[in-house]
Structures are given as C-alpha cells and as structure tokens.
C-alpha cells in the first residue's frame, strides 16, 4: 500500500509555468511506477506522463510532449512535473498515481492522489 499527497496546482497565465509534487508514503517508493494524469471539467480522466522505477524511462502524452517533463527523487519519495508553455486546454484536476508494475499509459492506475487544480487562463 502507497500514499500519495500531490500539490502544487494553482492559477496561471498561457504560456507560464507550474511545478506539481507527488509525495508518498508506505511501502518503498522505489517499488512504483508513478504517473501524472488530468481530468478537465466534462471530461474523462487522461494520461498526462509516468515515469519508470528507477526513473530511467518517462512517458508522455502526445499533447504534452516537449512542454512538460516528470522526474523522481527516490531518496525523497517524491515525483515532480515540471508543465510549461502551458495553454488553456491544459486546465484540468491533475492526480498522481501509482503501480506496482509496469507503466501504463491508460487510466489504470493502482493507488491514485487527491488530485490538485492547475487553471490556465487565457
């Protein structure tokens, strides 16, 4: 069983930048794959990025791809993700979430945040 806390969502301008944190608690940290996804408003959950065990291998949305980056700091339980140049259909409910296996780019997720608000305006 893991915890996820994420924060760091807030209100910006297109074009700004937001960094969001996922920190957990529980069983080794090292043992998860972790992921970002987002729900917009009416709209189903989505993969954003994840990020393998080890770090070594990251995943990305087609629509977020050279704009956001995820990383992970396994000596710290945390993952990151950086989001920038970001535009008003990036606003949505970002959740992190975990696995106990391999990345999948899908909504199947084991363990999942509380989700944090990131609003974009135009």
């Known amino acids: 069983q893991v915890q996820l806390v994420d924060t760091g969502g807030g209100l910006v301008q297109a074009g700004g930048s937001l960094r969001l944190s996922c920190v957990a608690s529980g069983r080794t940290f090292g043992y998860y794959s972790i992921g970002w996804l987002r729900q917009a408003p009416g709209k189903e959950r989505e993969f954003v990025a994840a990020?393998?065990?080890?770090?070594?291998?990251?995943f990305y949305a087609d629509s977020v791809k050279g704009r956001f980056t995820i990383s992970r700091d396994n000596a710290k339980n945390t993952v990151f993700l950086q989001m920038n140049s970001l535009k008003p259909e990036d606003t949505a409910v970002y959740y992190c979430?975990?696995?106990?296996?391999?990345?999948?780019?899908?909504?199947?997720?084991?363990?999942w945040g509380q989700g944090t608000q990131v609003t974009v305006s135009s």
């Open positions: 990020i393998t065990r080890s770090g070594a291998t990251t």
């Open positions: 979430a975990a696995r106990g296996s391999v990345v999948v780019t899908t909504t199947s997720w084991d363990y």
